[in-house]
């Protein structure tokens, strides 16, 4: 074969394009985990991605039949779902002689004793019947074989025949190499190798420790010099290493993937490094996808050889193995008769059948089994949530909602799940307050350097790419300013030196033994005492490092750093815009940002703000209200019809989603005559803040102990501080659901914490180029999230990263389970364990040819609408119609008469029912 045919450069781009996407900590936010194979239907997608991943893409049979024994899924929602789901994924063809296909395939769900091929023994009660069913094999050429895609690997046989783990030969190895080639500042000596590579850094280990390794590293030794002194390079061994196993060119790919995905993490990691460097927390070093699957390759047929020459076996033999599903006669003969029993008249339909034809109905079983069972489970449990979340809404809305037409405050918050609540708490408190959902980075795309971080960072969504760097700087540029400047400068040398000094032998004792002396008392303080721990370590810090007051340097002084005036504008009116304030602005305005904090989390990022790229929203939010507040800005947007009056204020906030506390930023600076409106939204938040920790807390473990709203808050705050509580806060679990349109689709309405709520107008946008901002900013955000969240809950191990307690940070680049493992990806169990699995229902309030416009012209809303990655559901003001998407049209849906429960308010739904319910009326006239 031809070396074209061999080459890795025609592979590398499909092969980089299904690798998980995996970012370093410190820019961790929530991607689709599958998100390279947006370009399938969804189940499709996920079972083509289970055979790389190994792992299951749906949970697991039983869940679902408890579901059904509980009502949570209904022989409506089976049946609702059949035709649509077949009319998409119809690989599969009703077994001859049977007429109704809905009801078989029903019944046929229900049959957990045909799930998998039979191993065990099935009783026989008609015994004509099952003499029908046997004389169908009875030739020795009728025996039932099932082609599936399957590993082209020995890995599995080694296992099974000879106990023999590959990976406990190598992983061990990769891992090391792996680990100390991408330290980004873990250990105290530079890497030597960082400009020469990853093969180089492979080819030096090899050298320096083969001679003290098992002997299959030796031979790998002798392997990777042989080629070096033949002047073989990377591509070329890449090639003959290909060679060696004689595949079809269709099936190179499939087996480097294979191997990848063997430590799918770090495979990831070298991907990202190579084509974004910049992603790393300091440098990264020279990566190259080539030259590591050059080493996978590599050590995987040295181990194949160095296994058959200890069990003296044919590799050519292994390799031509096949490990199709074979099924002896009786095997086959049961199934028949268990099929059987399934149609209206079985001994009809069995002596319809011969024996070509009874293997063709075993083929459609298996592929039922393998390929649409679990499917259909999970498209009737999302069914019944999907139906459930309509009907509340579209019910609710026919009802008096008492909105403001001219608030006396409005306030802008994240469309994050976890703002829903918070936002219906506030206007509970005081109901002339209107609440607006926007994506949290405020339309402000900027690379933020803070007083106390002088790293870059990305403050807006992964999908943006930041245009300006803004800067935090002491406000005070006097001598109080150059000392507090300097206060912060010299304790971060310290820390530095303290880091550094503990990283050697000598002064690293010493370092460890004053330290940890020294750091015994507020250790066991933080461990038991950890809210007082606190407090006394910012005061200790307040006074070694005390926090100035700063500003942002926002004004344009080169062409990569602050912004125009022009530009300002143009960032204040997009937002308005999206709010609707055209119409009337309050005397007084918030921009309430949000993040999270906690005392010991790798997965911090996660908690934050997705919008600000994982981080917490503050910056962006302070920008924001500065550059709205600016006059010269305010005189540039009247020329473009936005008057905002001088009357008008606009305050930046912080809600810390955590400890459940929401603070104004840089007060200082707020004008004497809005005193009484900080005065006043302060005790509105502190209420609103207790009510909301309260309701947080009824998903707790410990919410029996929680009586009244002060000691919810004050559990919250314990453990945002606790230095051993895994479950800080449960994030976004159970989020199934994004709204997308006026605040009256939503307004006093009980959500549970399962939707992302995003303000749009459409009367204000005849046009459509808010919605475009909006379905942009806001769509592919939810669908990341709740894919997320998604896979990591349906296999944690193989899609999420196990358990929180033993992981430890690696190169500070990722986590591994305790010394040595792959780099973890996704969620934390801790983080997950809460969450319902299913697709997010997205539902858009604005006229179809305005938002069918929108997704056909953007790639990813296509592949995302289209694949049936999201259910997507338009409710159209102009016709009146509500809308929902299968992948090919649009089928109109009418809303079931229900009756929601009403409450007073959301603390009387607590108290009657601890959030047991997900819909429901908060003081509405009914």
Known sequence: MSSHQYSFERMQKSIRSKLPIQNPLQTFVHNNILMMFEDKK???????????????????????????????????????????????????????????EKRFWKKLLFADHLRIHPRKILTVTNQDLWQKAYELFTAPESRFKFSYKRSLRLKSYWREEYDESMEQYSYPLVIRLLSSFLDQGMSFWPNPFAKKGLWAFFIYSLNETAAMEDEWVKELNNKVQAYLVKGFSVSEILEQELLAREFDPDQQENYLLEILFDLKGWSGMINKLELEPHQAPLKAPKCSLEEYTAILLLIENTLNQHLAKKYSLDLATLFSQSDDIVLSKMESSLLIYEMSKLTENPEIWINQLTTTTAQDALEQLMIFNRHHRLPLWQEAYEQHFYCESLNSILVHQKNDRSIPQKPKYQLSFCIDDREESIRRHVEEVAPEIATFGVVGFFNVDMKFSGINQRRLVAQCPPVVTPRKIIREVCHSHGETGVKSQNSHDNWGRYLLSVYYNSRTLIRGFLVSLVLGLASFIPLTMKVLMPRTASKLRRMALNIITPVPKTKLLLDKVSE??????????????????????????????????????????????????????????????????????????????RTQGMDIPDTSYIQAAFHDTTSDSIIFLNEELTPERYAADLTYLKKVFKEACERNAWERCQRFNSSSAIKDQKSAQMHV?????????????????????????????????????RSFLCTYDWETDPHGEVLTQVMLGCVPVCVNINMDYYFSHVDNEKFGCGS??????????????????????????????????????????????????????????????????????????????????????FLPYQAEELILPNFASSSELIRKTATKIDFAHIGVSV
């Open 804 to 889: 929180k307690l033993p992981l430890n940070v690696t190169s500070l680049l990722g986590v591994m389970t305790g010394a040595q493992s792959d780099l973890r990806i996704g969620l934390a169990r801790q983080m997950v364990e809460l969450h319902e699995p299913m697709r997010i229902l997205v539902l858009i309030e604005a006229p179809r040819a305005r938002i069918m416009n929108i997704v056909d012209n953007n790639p990813r809303l296509k592949k995302m609408s289209y694949n049936l990655w999201m259910k997507f559901v338009i409710k159209d003001p102009e016709t009146k119609e509500v809308l929902i998407f299968n992948g090919e049209e």
């Open 42 to 100: 969804f189940h499709t997608a996920l079972r083509d991605a289970s055979f790389y991943y190994q792992a299951r893409p749906y949970r697991e049979e039983d869940f679902f039949i408890d579901h059904f024994k509980a009502g949570r899924i209904t022989d409506k929602d089976i049946e609702d779902i059949y035709d649509s789901y077949f009319k998409v994924y119809g690989d599969i063809k009703l077994p001859h002689g049977l007429e109704n």
């Open 560 to 637: 990569t750093e602050g912004y125009s005036k022009e530009e300002m504008a143009g960032i204040v009116k997009s937002l308005f815009d999206i709010c609707s304030f055209k119409n009337y602005y309050s005397d007084f305005i918030v921009m309430v940002s949000h993040g999270a904090s906690s005392a010991n989390n790798p997965f911090k990022q996660a908690y934050g703000c997705g919008a600000c790229g994982g981080n917490q929203g503050f910056p962006n939010a302070r920008a924001f209200s500065t550059m709205a507040n600016d006059p010269e800005v305010r005189k540039i947007l």
């Open 717 to 753: 705050r314990e453990r945002a501080e606790d230095l051993a509580q895994p479950r800080p806060e449960y994030g976004h679990n159970r989020v199934a659901l994004a709204v997308v349109g006026k605040r009256d689709l939503t307004k006093n309405i009980f959500l549970n914490h």
